[in-house]
């Protein structure tokens, strides 16, 4: 999984290391990502103030959003308070 200035993930695949999807994001960089490997989640935060937690489906790749939170309109750098989020399964 690669996060772009343009605001695009692209995830690819481990064992031809193509690309499987690519989602545009974000509306500016973004700043930081991490990963829940064990149940496909993942969050990303943006200088566009948003920090999102998508789902990575195990069938197929895609990627649905599936929370959003915008902070005050000031930009997020680092994962910080995001990490306790609570993702609904």
Same mark, same amino acid.
């Given at each position: 999984m690669c996060a772009y200035g343009s605001g695009h993930?692209? +995830?690819? &695949? $481990?064992q $031809?290391? !193509? =690309? +499987?999807?690519e +989602?545009?994001?974000h509306a500016r960089w973004i700043t930081a990502i991490d990963v829940a490997l064990e149940t496909g989640h993942f969050l990303s935060v !943006?200088?566009? !103030?948003f920090a999102r937690v998508w789902q990575i489906s195990r069938e197929d790749g895609r990627v649905s959003l599936i929370y959003?939170?915008?902070e005050s309109s000031v930009p997020i750098f680092a994962l910080g308070h995001? =990490? &306790? +989020?609570f993702v609904p399964a």
């Open positions: 993930i692209r +995830v690819f &695949g $481990t $031809t290391w !193509s =690309l +499987v999807c +989602v545009a994001a !943006s200088e566009d !103030s959003n939170n915008m995001y =990490l &306790g +989020v």
